[in-house]
């Protein structure tokens, strides 16, 4: 029987990878390669079962046997690379549900603040926004118990759920004398990956967050939208991919294929030639040929790339903002079975249609825009990148670390976005604009922001 596969691309930025996912356990793992292990592999593993024995018999306290192992398998991961590790089987299951973009849950996206839930907007058209859930309310108790104490996940992971399940949720409003109890029937939640909007009444704005199941489907349903309300005035489209940590790869390759008529999008090499994978468009432009700008900075990653990779490489958009991140490997996803959680191992590498991998690298943007960083945020406005991650992958040539990851919160200081429209409506060209420069001096480069606020997740 051949097994059913699907290819999932996430980034280093959120902890995760380029990602092949193997929906069936691979036999492998305790057939062939076994018997093929060296003597010398087995006296390893004969110390390894003594160390095992010796932890079980000797330590201060009585260790979990399980915990012991699952610690094994995830160091043997870890020191292979930073994308390679073992995730439980809670792990797996989160990572399932982030992919799919669809769960049974609310409509709320909510963050965390001074220990309490707070609704930084319901999903239009899901249980929260049709019982009049409004942003900045307060959640202060889940089916009678308190959040207080809990972390923002395992606050979402209660609102989650079975379809058709109730949950009450006592939620403090500024205004309202006394808390509001509202019981919510739980439905199935799409995430939106996509979202757009006008811009100087003829320009498409397309932000893209992630790359899930439903993004295609929001890319296309974004233009037609976009489409009608501007009409023949439209002059193009402008494509935000700044800090979109990835996704499916699947995804990204449909994407891309929306915006070209021919020609490869991305291939992927593992250790033997036999294993190189080509992904080609079809016919059929998206946007029927208008001009496109594509967004991208340090915080760009993996799915992202492999977009402004192949529109790039064909010419066929102009990439604005500051290099991406450099995350160019594949990882396989295997499952170990039923409550075992799975593997996540680098098999491979990815290459844009030029044949160039941008591991360790990133993509280099046609034209380098630097946003104004405000005083307090000058230190930590940069992502390291690939190449400054412990044990990345090498990549022949100068590698390159540290990007400004920056947005403004407010779009008219948005500098990348100014341009992005200043191309669009010819007042600046390409060659007159800056381009960025083929080769820098790498410099020293912070950690990516953080905030005293976790991101806002959707339940």
Do not use: C, W
Not at 362 to 370: K, Q, R
Request: charged letters at 25%; proline letters at 4%.
């Amino acid at each position: 029987m051949m097994r059913k596969t699907s290819v999932i691309l996430l980034s280093a930025v959120t902890g995760a990878a380029l990602t092949l996912f193997v929906t069936q356990p691979r036999a492998v793992l305790m057939g062939s390669t076994a018997r093929a292990a060296t003597a010398d592999t087995y006296r390893q593993l004969n110390l390894f079962g003594d160390v095992f024995e010796r932890v079980r018999s000797d330590y201060v306290e009585k260790p979990d046997d399980s915990k012991l192992v699952e610690s094994a398998i995830s160091g043997m991961l870890s020191g292979l690379d930073p994308h390679s590790s073992y995730m439980d089987a809670k792990s797996f299951r989160d990572m399932q549900v982030q992919t799919r973009g669809e769960f049974g849950g609310l409509g709320i996206e909510v963050t965390m603040e001074d220990g309490l839930i707070k609704v930084v907007s319901p999903i239009d058209d899901t249980p929260a926004s049709k019982a009049g859930i409004q942003a900045n309310d307060i959640i202060t108790n889940l089916d009678e118990e308190a959040v207080q104490g809990l972390t923002l996940n395992q606050a979402v992971e209660k609102m989650r759920g079975p379809v058709g399940t109730k949950i009450k949720l006592k939620v403090v409003r500024k205004g309202a004398d006394n808390p509001l109890d509202i019981t919510l029937t739980r439905d199935n939640i799409r995430v939106r990956s996509v979202r757009s909007r006008i811009e100087s009444d003829d320009i498409a704005y397309i932000r893209i967050t992630t790359f899930n199941e439903q993004t295609t489907e929001g890319l296309k349903k974004s233009v037609a939208d976009l489409q009608n309300q501007i009409g023949d005035k439209l002059k193009g489209y402008v494509i935000d991919l700044r800090n979109n940590p990835g996704g499916l790869l699947e995804e990204a390759v449909t994407v891309s294929d929306a915006f070209l008529e021919r020609g490869e999008i991305v291939s992927t090499r593992g250790r033997n030639a036999e294993e190189t994978q080509r992904r080609s468009a079809h016919a059929g432009d998206l946007t029927k040929g208008k001009p496109v700008i594509v967004l991208v900075n340090g915080g760009s990653a993996s799915a992202s790339e492999i977009v402004a990779g192949a529109l790039q490489d064909h010419k066929r958009a102009t990439l604005v903002g500051t290099r991406s991140f450099g995350k160019g490997s594949v990882q396989t996803i295997i499952p170990l079975g039923s409550g075992n959680g799975a593997l996540r191992l680098t098999t491979a590498r990815y290459y844009t249609p030029s044949g160039k991998s941008i591991q360790a690298k990133g993509i280099v943007p046609d034209i380098e825009v630097l946003q104004d960083v405000p005083d307090e945020l000058k230190s930590r406005t940069d992502t390291k990148g690939e190449a400054s991650l412990r044990g990345h992958l090498k990549n022949d040539g100068d590698e390159k670390t540290g990007s400004q990851s920056y947005v403004p919160p407010d779009a008219k200081d948005d500098k990348a976005l100014k341009m992005a429209a200043d191309l669009l409506h010819g007042i600046k060209s390409s060659s007159s604009a800056n381009p960025a420069p083929a080769a820098t001096t790498d410099k020293a480069a912070a950690d990516k922001p953080t905030t005293n606020q976790p991101a806002a997740k959707p339940n």
